[in-house]
Nanobody, 122 residues
């Protein structure tokens, strides 16, 4: 069974860069045809897809967040990382990592981490 676990600071100051890592166990992030995604849920709102990194290392980003987002991976540690720059209080959300069947917003996700709360505040 694939397990994902998010890790990172719970509090980030405005204008700084949010950095989260997702540790994956029970499956390799280089396994054919899987995409490793980041999604978030702001308070009182629905899930928002941020982006993904595929099994070949290609990255895919939400158009609305593309200019501030970077997703990378460390295959030796079987983990992938989200960096979101120039954060504002509107970036406050629960952030999840997930495994998906495709690289897009609507791709089916079959495994997801429990999520981590990130608050942007001075």
């Amino acid at each position: 069974q694939v397990q994902l676990q998010e890790s990172g600071p719970g509090l980030v100051k405005p204008s700084q860069t949010l950095s989260l890592t997702c540790f994956v166990s029970g499956g390799s992030i280089t396994t054919n045809a899987y995409y490793w995604s980041w999604i978030r849920q702001p308070p009182g709102k629905g899930l928002e897809w941020i982006g993904a990194i595929g099994y070949r290392g290609y990255t895919y980003y939400s158009p609305s967040l593309r200019s501030r987002t970077s997703i990378s991976r460390d295959t030796s540690k079987n983990q992938f990382t989200l960096q979101l720059s120039s954060v504002t209080p509107e970036d406050t959300a629960v952030y999840f990592c997930a495994r998906a069947q495709g690289p897009n917003r609507d791709s089916r996700r079959d495994y997801r981490g429990q999520g981590t709360q990130v608050t942007v505040s001075s």
